[in-house]
């Protein structure tokens, strides 16, 4: 017999800590207890220098990488910044041509021809006096009839009136709007022409499209007939009725000309960091910064705005209603980018400005800080190991000590003395442990006292009282089933079942109590209260069975048989708890409602369904499940009573 293994430790033969230090490697080996690895050991200032090193590296991680995400802020913040100002002139801009054609549209005696013609000359002409936005003024009715002030190319008032075949056109034209003279000589005509087109006023973009909106629309870009150049129209439809009680349809509109729009994108580079452009509803360049002169045709982005648009396209923000901010790269350096939509015109407003550019001297900041950093984490390492030293060798000591406690070895004991404070509370510890021991030794025999360390905390049966809802569930056929197949293939199915089932359970707040060979039995409210346990165990029934239809199709497609699960579900009163015999405990419940449940499982058998539930159940859900009422009442094997029974049906 071995002695070594068991018995009094006094007999035992046990090899003392001065005789372990002494002996050979081999001898050492014999004294390791059982089952502790000695292929990785690590001491007390490997440890304390790795928590340190831990630290450090996370503190100066987590201070590098919040010096970036701040270093980012602040560039995208001053990017936006800028990006919102030139988008505040644009809608400032656009706002201001909308509000004086709509003074227009509103004014009392707005006439393009007859009577009242003059005075809406005047109308024009002093209102594009004071629009600088605008180039030109204009309101035609649906006969054709159009009055215009002009700016561009020349001041002038332009009246239209389309006749069979041809439109006449008299130009009468004006001072420069900034001569020196005052309002009546500027508007005084210094010269008339007039002259035969094809110009049709209520078959241009602007009339056809502000008729058939109803509203105010913003036009695409097209060429100005007057000044054959690129720009957009604000036109506005209105409804007027005269006093010899005729209506007549309106159109007021504006044009601007993207020379203008230029103006204001070319503001954002003013500063040196970055461009801007507009761009159409359709993807084409209203106005870009980064190219010289006024567009003089609508064209595709190119260059960084087409690679940048393309960005877009392939994220899904382009032409999008909301504003968004991102990075990318291109021909090997980094951009970041601030989009804007302009509402009223379905514009995109899009500013990119190089990274390096903006953030170059912060990123240098933060990466001398990271150097300082390491350099300080180095020294601080040096000095950690350094004093390491002091506690690892009492330390290790203290561990001997320990170890004789463990195997109750309390003779003859050494103290450690230290310096340290932590040391000697240790040491102190330590010594009144073994001096507890060795007094509760004189009462205990030891064998006990290892019995007793070995078992831990016992716990005492208990139980009580509690409101359930539970579930048993079974596998239709699950005996031919296992007969068929082989033990791995079984196994491997009724995990994957298992699986399934108790996930289904756990997102209704389901406790499976036990597995009884292919059947779970499921309890809702124990060992928790949970509120509407009926309603949550039944739509866990259900989702089991649609998840399951998804499994068995997969398994179908290997060739393996079908899982039928039939559910049982009934709301009572048991008793829950810590259960068993005084060594051998688990948690579980019993009652009169357990042994209905599972006798309701089983009668699925016999009425061919596939999950019923109990009349106490059915009242919990409150209909707020499909259920159909088993129409006569049911005996249950063991009970002298019948039972009404739903069945949950399946949609």
Known sequence: ?????????????????????????????????????????????????????????????????????????????????????????????????????NAVGTAPNLQPAGEQSERTAELLWTLLQQSPELDSIYVSNEKGRMLMALRYPVPAMRHIELGDGF??????????????????????????????TDYNPTQRGWFLQARKAGGPVWTQPYVFAAAQELGVTYALPSQRRYPDNSPQALVVAGDVSLGRLSEFVRQFSSDGYGDSALLSADFNVLARSDLPGVLHKLEPPSGVLGALHAHMVTAGTAGGGSDTAFSFSY???????????IPS?????????????????????????????????????????????????????????????????????????SRVLEIQHLDQALDDSARSLKAFSKFVPVDIINQLIDEGHALGPSGSPRRVTVMFTDVEGFTSISESLDPDVLVGMLTEYFNLATGVFARHGGVVDKFIGDGIMVL????????????????????????????????????????????????????????????RLSYTAFGDAINVASRIEGINKQLGTLALMSETTFAGLGGRLHTRRIEEQVELRGRQTRMVLYELVMS
């Open 331 to 341: 021909e090997g350096r980094r951009y970041l980018v601030q989009t804007s939509r």
């Open 1 to 101: 017999m071995n002695k070594n293994s068991s018995g009094n430790p006094e007999a035992a033969g046990k090899p003392s800590i001065e005789s372990a230090r002494g002996a050979s490697p081999s001898a050492a080996a014999l004294v390791t207890p059982t089952g502790r690895s000695r292929r990785f050991r690590v001491d007390v200032g490997t440890i304390v220098s790795a928590v340190a090193l831990a630290q450090s590296l996370l503190l100066v991680s987590l201070g590098y990488w919040g010096s970036q995400r701040l270093v980012s802020r602040i560039g995208v913040s001053a990017h936006k910044s800028n990006h919102d100002r030139t988008e505040d002139k644009v809608l400032a801009f656009l706002h201001k041509a909308e509000s004086v054609i």
């Open 524 to 583: 809702w409210g124990a060992p928790s209260d949970l509120k509407d346990a009926e309603y949550k165990a039944c739509l866990a029934a259900l989702e089991l069975h649609v998840e399951m239809d998804e499994l068995n199709r997969k398994w179908v497609e290997q060739g393996l048989p079908e899982f039928c699960t039939r559910v049982g579900i009934h709301t009572g009163t048991v008793i829950a708890g810590v259960l068993g015999s005084n060594d």
């Open 167 to 196: 439109t006449t056109e008299t130009w009468q034209y004006k001072l420069p709007l900034d001569a020196e003279a005052d309002a009546q000589q500027r508007y005084a005509t210094q010269h008339i022409a007039s002259l035969r």
């Open 345 to 417: 015109t379905g514009w995109q407003l899009v500013s990119w400005v190089p990274e390096d550019m903006l953030l170059g001297d912060l990123h240098r900041a933060v990466l001398w800080g990271l150097g300082l950093a390491v350099t300080f984490l180095a020294v601080a390492l040096f000095m950690s190991l350094k004093l390491s030293k002091l506690v690892t060798a009492p330390v290790e000591n203290l561990s001997h000590i320990a170890r004789r406690i463990g195997l109750l070895e309390l003779d003859n004991l050494p103290r450690e003395p």
